[in-house]
């Protein structure tokens, strides 16, 4: 199957998933601090246990 498309639909859809993909980096990178965040407060928790004690 041959498609053709002209120079402004090309444009238009290298741009959506240009933005797109930006999107998703950015979804993952506030994935990634949301877990690393929650694994340093877990680690103070149980710092501060063991001093406690």
């Keep these: 199957m041959l498609l053709g498309l002209d120079g402004n639909s090309s444009s238009n859809l290298l741009e959506r998933a240009i933005k797109t993909s930006m999107q998703q980096d ?20 149980v710092t501060n246990e063991r001093l406690e004690q």
């Design 26 to 45: 950015q979804a993952l990178w506030q994935k990634f601090k949301g877990s690393k965040s929650f694994a340093d407060l877990a680690a103070d928790i």
